[in-house]
């Protein structure tokens, strides 16, 4: 019952961050007639001064989700360069839209049983962090280099998107046990190479890979390299055209 109210209370607090980014983009007159809410009750829930029932929160989130879509933000937030490749440095420091990311990979995931949130280093881990909060789960770090104090590590080569270099993931063994139900979460899904090597470390530990979350992904030759390890269930909030990135 506990986990259940913080829960609750996790929601209600992430809807009242997305009322106040909603804040940004119209009065409250225009919240008003989104929402179907007085403009004085929208007021104090922006400010602060009350929190939304569980119920009303639900509404409020459904009816803004329609005209703030979490892959617009997304789009809105990224910036190509003259070669076509983009900085996600507004997605990934922008901790209300990762909220809004939690959110979405909780409801899409809603029901599967989830012990543990893998993610490779470095961009990934603050929508990581912030799901593993959510759930109340531990966090587990693939890394680049080995930790000095640590024991024994699950250790799996792989070759980073357009790069010639073999690259290696190191996680303590001691993050898993046999069993765990693994939510693997990322920022970008470029060639794939990097998702095989987490659901091969899952699998070096006899675990289970419940599903894989990203914020982007770029193309879709990356679901197949997926689907010959593994047919986990895979959520993207924004596909990034394959044309945008070349142009």
Known sequence: MAGSRIYDLKYKLMVTELLS????????????QLTGLPETVLSRYVKGHVL???????????????????????QRRI????????DNTKVISDTMLLERAVQQAVDKFA?????KI???????????????????????????SREVG???????????????????????RSMFRRGDCVLIVD???DSGETQRALIKIVMKARAEV??????????????????????????VAYEVPIKSRHE
């Open 21 to 32: 980014l909603a804040k940004k983009y119209y009065t409250y007159r225009e919240l008003s």
């Open 52 to 74: 939304p029932t569980i119920d009303r929160a639900q509404e409020i989130n459904s009816k803004l989700e329609a005209v703030m879509r979490l892959e617009t933000e997304i």
């Open 79 to 86: 910036r190509f360069d003259e070669l076509g490749y983009f």
């Open 111 to 115: 029901g599967q049983r989830i012990t």
């Open 118 to 144: 893998l993610t490779p280093e470095t961009d990934g881990i603050p929508l990581a962090t912030l799901m593993a909060h959510r759930l109340s789960v531990p966090l587990v770090v693939a890394k680049k």
């Open 150 to 172: 640590v024991g024994e590590f699950i250790e799996e080569l792989y070759i980073p998107s357009k790069s010639a270099m073999v690259m290696c993931f190191y996680v303590p």
């Open 187 to 189: 920022d970008v899904i």
């Open 210 to 235: 419940t599903g894989i979350y990203a914020l982007m992904s770029i193309g879709k030759e990356w679901r197949k390299r997926i689907e010959e390890v593994a047919g986990c269930v895979v959520e």
